[in-house]
């Protein structure tokens, strides 16, 4: 019997491009899809927050990670799609409260305001943390309109 590998979609601006490519070795137990950017070279972050939010949003992937210089541009991106949920965490504890009281499906890092190690442990702290349900599912159904 094969074991299904979680789905996860990732992408990011230039700002977020060493930490996206230093993410995906880090994933390597997960089946990862690079939706870019390949490159340093100045890009605009909608380009690729919206394909890694649609892809998720679609049902092929299960978790979305976007990354940029504060986070708050691809969250902001991120965010306008029916179903997604992207919270922009700097520390372990919130990435552990998106996931458990949010249930978000797309993790978003500030690549120049957090480490290397700690986008590493954030991602795991994500990927490890189940959402609690309860009444956080009904605070959950109220953010769609």
């Given at each position: 019997?094969?074991?299904?590998?979680?789905?996860?979609?990732?992408?990011?601006?230039?700002?977020?491009?060493?930490?996206?490519?230093?993410?995906?070795?880090?994933?390597?137990?997960?089946d990862v899809k690079d939706f870019g950017t390949y490159s340093l070279d100045?890009?605009?972050?909608?380009?690729?927050?919206?394909?890694?939010?649609?892809?998720?949003?679609?049902?092929?992937?299960?978790?979305?990670?976007?990354?940029?210089?504060?986070?708050?541009?691809?969250?902001?991106?991120?965010?306008?799609?029916?179903?997604?949920?992207?919270?922009?965490?700097?520390?372990?504890?919130?990435?552990?409260?998106?996931?458990?009281?949010?249930?978000?499906?797309?993790?978003?890092?500030?690549?120049?305001?957090?480490?290397?190690?700690?986008?590493?442990?954030?991602?795991?702290?994500?990927?490890?943390?189940?959402?609690?349900?309860?009444?956080?599912?009904?605070?959950?159904?109220?953010?769609?309109?």
């Amino acid at each position: 019997m094969s074991e299904t590998r979680i789905k996860i979609a990732i992408g990011g601006d230039h700002a977020g491009f060493e930490y996206k490519e230093l993410l995906k070795d880090f994933l390597a137990n997960y089946d990862v899809k690079d939706f870019g950017t390949y490159s340093l070279d100045s890009v605009d972050y909608p380009d690729f927050a919206h394909p890694v939010a649609a892809a998720v949003e679609s049902g092929e992937f299960l978790y979305g990670i976007l990354l940029c210089g504060s986070a708050n541009g691809v969250a902001i991106a991120a965010n306008k799609h029916a179903g997604i949920r992207a919270g922009l965490c700097w520390e372990n504890e919130v990435a552990s409260l998106v996931r458990k009281h949010n249930n978000a499906n797309v993790l978003c890092i500030p690549a120049r305001f957090v480490s290397e190690e700690l986008a590493k442990e954030i991602t795991s702290t994500f990927l490890d943390t189940e959402f609690e349900g309860g009444r956080h599912q009904t605070r959950v159904d109220k953010i769609s309109c």
